[in-house]
């Protein structure tokens, strides 16, 4: 008996044989896991040990996605409705900062596949990785414009004649960029629903972003070569546009039969506001380069179609800035509804560029309309997007230090 008392007490005090100790033992056994796998995950990349050199074999082609949005910053800068002084020396700042981040990223990938030669082609076979290499061009693009905006007025007519042809050399890359990117992905593997994202627009986004460059610099061109860039402007915006429709099909497929992505890949969402936004933009940009050159032997011979594609365009570009204003209140809405298991990747990037696009269409629609409202929104527009931008290199920076990016199995290239 006293045996049997003894062994009661030793399992009461081992938390056995007590069913309320035996329910508190295995809660508190729950939470020490938690606490533990929390404090794992944040000392993870202290833990273990894995040199500079290893980590920077991880360099992936997303991260011309900080380019693509520090570059997009910068020509939003130089698109404002209202300015004051030093405003274009802070968008000055800003293509020095752009140019210096291109070449050190650009290091950074020639780096990774000199190293390993082998880790070049994975990349661009990779069905996630491979997406990202549209951001190279998308960086070239915001460049080019940021040199347009602030140093033609400065240089001589050399300058125009380089930009003139670095938009053909970008628009011939991005053609043929689209059509191969898009053939991999046809032909890699079979693809499912669950495989279809929004960054399966990034391959024609550089095409279309040929149409900003066109309205762009069209006007500072000599005459007898407007209508060319024109042209091509316009046919490039086209073909990206249209190829971003028949992407957005599939898409609505998948978010209604499947649902949202993952949390982690919520921020991606937003590139769905680019190619109705840019075009909007795009189609303003070159209409009003059609309107502001006289000279140009078609509109001599038909005086009145300068206003009437004008016009027209003009309407066309408020029809299609509802859709980009409707994808930005989808992709909102998904990132508010899991918020706090939203990770930083560098995908959160995704949240400038596409908006910025819908920001300078505002713009060039209170512009066309001379509506000082409409372009007083694009300016508040431009001071959220230039905190968010902030915030969100912030967390670049911090999570380059903890390394929860530039890790194996963290990055873009994990399924390689």
């Known amino acids: 008996m006293v045996v049997e008392v003894t062994h009661h007490i030793a399992d009461i005090e081992a938390g056995r044989g007590n069913p309320v100790t035996e329910k508190s033992s295995n809660q508190s056994s729950t939470r ?3 606490d533990q796998s929390v404090q794992v995950d944040r000392i993870s990349a202290k833990s273990h040990t894995i040199s500079i050199s290893e980590r920077l074999l991880h360099f992936t082609w997303a991260w011309y996605l900080t380019t ?17 002084r030093g405003l274009d020396t802070i968008g000055k700042i800003f293509l020095i900062f752009e140019l210096c981040l291109f070449v050190l990223i650009t290091i950074g990938l020639v780096q990774r596949f000199w190293r390993k030669p082998e880790l070049l082609a994975r990349s661009l076979r990779n069905p996630y990785e ?16 940021m040199i347009e905006a602030y140093g033609t007025p400065a240089a001589g007519p050399w300058l125009k004649t380089v930009i003139l042809i670095l938009f053909w050399i970008y628009s011939a890359c991005s053609l043929l960029l689209a059509v191969l990117l898009y053939l991999d992905l046809f032909t890699a593997r079979r693809m499912t629903d669950k495989d279809i994202i929004p960054a399966w627009l990034l391959p024609v986004f550089p095409l279309m972003l040929a149409g900003t460059i066109a309205g762009t610099i069209a006007e500072t061109q000599p005459i007898d070569r407007r209508m060319s860039i024109l042209i091509a402007g316009t046919t490039f915006q086209g073909v990206g546009f249209w190829v971003a429709l028949s992407v957005f099909g599939p898409l609505m497929s998948r978010l209604m039969r499947i649902g949202l992505p993952a949390p982690a890949l919520r921020p991606g969402m937003f590139i769905s506001v680019g190619p109705p936004a840019y075009t909007s ?3 303003i940009k070159l209409s009003t380069s ?6 140009i032997s078609y509109i001599q011979r038909y ?16 029809f299609i800035w509802c859709l980009a204003f409707w994808w930005l209140c989808i992709s909102l809405g998904t990132i508010l509804l899991d918020i706090r298991d939203i990770g930083f990747s560098l995908v959160w990037y995704s949240m ?3 908006n910025v696009g ?3 269409a505002t713009i060039d629609l209170g512009k066309a309309l001379s509506s000082d409202p409409i372009g007083w929104i694009g300016s508040g527009v431009t001071i959220i997007l230039v905190i968010l931008y902030i915030y969100i290199f912030s967390r670049h920076i911090l999570a380059l230090f903890r390394g929860d990016i530039l890790w194996p199995g963290k990055d873009e290239d994990k399924d390689s």
Do not use: W
């Open 281 to 283: 933009h795009a189609l």
């Open 130 to 145: 491979s997406l990202f290499t549209p951001t190279l061009f998308l960086s070239i693009s915001n460049i080019i414009l």
């Open 32 to 34: 020490e896991t938690q």
């Open 290 to 295: 059609f309107f502001n050159s006289p000279q």
């Open 68 to 84: 693509m949005a520090t570059g997009s910053i910068g020509v939003l800068i130089a698109n404002q409705p209202h300015k004051f």
């Open 352 to 354: 400038i560029f596409p």
């Open 358 to 360: 819908l920001c300078l």
């Open 303 to 318: 005086p009145d179609s300068a206003n009437v594609i004008r016009y027209a365009s003009l309407a066309l570009s408020i």
